[in-house]
């Protein structure tokens, strides 16, 4: 009866609850209870206990893997107190049960045509099987086995596609463990909060880890420890090889900021008992100190003793592109990569992105040589001014777009023309107030500090500094806005700025004439951002289209293109009809879709969201995965009524859920023409679009491994 309970109520504790919010189960499920007769592992030399794989999950190798204890029971084996054998040596122990193991467990790969997670005792040198499930495995072990399978003769190249989830083919685009060059001693396994792999010593602090690896001369890799991380230990993360923690769990500050960063880390590891005043973390009896090597998997959330190597990551591995050779031809929906300078298209192109669905033109302006001009622009309080630090900018920006569609020659790219608030580009109004306010206080090194601060700002000796800074804040006054998100921003700056929006598509036109004159072959479509009515569309369509003549006149030859538009208010969704007049394609710009349907901003609502999923009122992170519910049926209406007006009108999407397989698949559905994601989502959304198509002609549930 106890037992009975303590499963039923394990659907309730805190491991259960992230697995299912990781998975997407339904907390209202439930579980069920096998009752079995109970075998002991533990009667002597001829009983034992084990547990292993059919393949090795790992790395896909075709390999009877696992381990073994004798005179023990299960639970001995998993909790580390006695170090177990490999299964291999149950031959020379246990003959007879060892081969009775192969036949049965080969006998149940047959049947379940997939890798089994088996758990097995022999008592009295009899063996019993405990349990066997589909095992879980890294992306690099599905692709493999998956294509072994198809070898085999075990399932059939359609199968085969859904036996890989989208999101593990990540794992060939970060580095991994080299689990080959030593001894893998697992120490605990915790939540696969960010994949990739890192090797490094142990710190407990993140000042400690800024001083063993923050200085170029003793640089050394380290792993930073904590029992949980808080904004304060951000410095020691960012030099960190990775993170490991022992509370937390998928949505903690450790994960989500590692995920960020792109850096590996293992979360909630609660076997792990971090000691952070003595400097040590324990676990299966051992003691690690400062200094001590461990190595982390994000992928599979392991925690490994010592140090192993790593490996590079592997987009071109031959297994990979066979698998998606078998995929691709199944997808028809298009995917694109969002890109903004030519290195980033050069990588999307190489995993496979078939053009730019979003090229940002602001991160442009971030460049060295170019940020003065464009505060100049910002600064100028009349049109003259602006123009002539436009002209300034001109041939930089020529030049970018140049290089974006030299990298994608024969692709199409979409370039969306300034979109963020131009505060963003000025100092922050409260540095500016407190410069002003401290100047005369400041001693000769302090001012020399704010000249090179300010210098583009007209600001060249110390002598400028009580004259220029005063009227650069009256400046970031005027521009200050109690909400940005919903203020002076897209293409509200390019009505009240025209100029800026005629620079923009000059620079566009004049380097798509320029490359086609070279023989590279461009398809250019301009993108106007946050219209929310016709007439805006109709304000920056009429610009982009002049401009565009202007050129094409003046040098001699005519480029294709196209304008449209990105919708991203509810209001433009609402009247799509109309705006399709206008906007030869729409792009939905989810992330902002998302902020204005919810009235959420996507930087606060993780004040709100912990909460809210731990309580179930949200399902999932809206701006993770697309909320089909809400947000979606502004993109079915959107894509309807503007298909109504123009029937060839082209629709893609362009936010983060480009990459993230349920929202790639619910596009699908829609009838989208693209998604486009960041590069590195590029194979994933391939995958997730190949799935979606190959599951409706083939009839198949999406029966994916999980
Ligand atoms: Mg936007």
Known sequence: ????????????????????????????????????????????????????????????????????????????????????????????????????LREITTRLEQHYKDVQDFEFTVQDGKLYMLQTRNGK??????????????????????????????????????????????????????????????????????????????????????????AETTPEDIHGMEVAKGILTSRGGMTSHAAVVTRGMGKCCVAGAGDIDVNEKAREMRVKGQTFKEGDWISLDGTTGRVIKGKLGTLDPSPDDPELQKFMNWADPHRKMKVRANADIPRDAIQARAFGAEGIGLCRTEHMFFGEEKIPHMRAMILADNEKDRRTALKKLLPMQRADFAGVFKAMDGLPVTIRTLDPPLHEFLPRREDLMVDIALLPSYDAKHKKELVSKYKDYGVKGVGDLKKALPPLLARVEQLHEFNPMLGHRGCRLGITYPEITEMQARAIFEAAVDCTKKGIKVLPEVMIPLVATVKEMANQGAIVRRVAEEVFKEKGMKVEYMVGTMIE??????????????????????????????????????????????????????????????????????????????????????????????????????????????????????????????????????????
């Open 569 to 706: 208010l509810p209001r433009a969704a609402l009247v799509a009809d109309e705006i399709a007049k206008e906007a030869e394609f729409f792009s939905f710009g989810t992330n902002d879709l998302t902020q204005t349907t919810f009235g959420f901003s996507r930087d606060d609502v993780n004040k709100v969201l912990p909460k809210y999923l731990a309580e179930g009122i949200l399902k999932q992170d809206p701006f993770a995965a697309l909320d089909q519910e809400g947000v979606g049926q502004l993109v079915k209406m959107a894509t309807e009524r503007g298909r109504k007006t123009r029937p060839t009108l082209k629709v893609g999407i362009c936010g983060e859920h480009g990459g993230e397989p349920s929202s790639v698949e619910f596009c699908y559905r829609t009838g989208l023409n693209y998604v486009s994601c960041s590069p590195f989502r590029v194979l994933t959304a391939r995958l997730a679009a190949a799935q979606a198509a190959a599951a409706e002609t083939l009839k198949v549930e999406g029966g994916r491994t999980k």
């Open 1 to 100: 009866m106890l037992a009975r309970d303590a499963v039923f109520r394990s659907w309730q504790n805190e491991r259960a609850k992230h697995y299912r919010r990781m998975n997407n189960i339904d907390d209202m499920l439930g579980t069920a209870v096998n009752v079995q007769a109970m075998v002991f592992g533990n009667l002597g030399d001829t009983s034992g206990s084990g547990v292993g794989f059919t393949r090795n999950p790992a790395i896909g190798t075709k390999e009877f893997y696992g381990e073994f204890l004798m005179n023990a029971q299960g639970e001995d084996v998993v909790s580390g107190v006695r170090t177990p054998v490999p299964i291999l040596k149950l031959h020379e122990i246990l003959p007879e049960a060892y081969n009775q």
């Open 137 to 226: 495995r890294t992306g690099l072990a599905a692709v493999r086995i998956a294509i072994q399978m198809v070898d085999e003769g075990l399932i059939t190249k359609e199968e085969a596609i859904f036996r890989v989830d989208p999101n593990q083919l990540y794992d060939f685009l970060v580095p991994r463990l080299d689990e080959k060059s030593t001894k893998v001693e697992v120490l605990a396994t915790g939540l696969p909060a960010s994949p990739g792999a890192a090797v490094g010593q142990i710190v407990f602090t993140a000042d400690e880890a800024v001083k063993m690896a923050g200085h170029d001369t003793t640089k050394k890799p380290v792993i930073l420890v904590r």
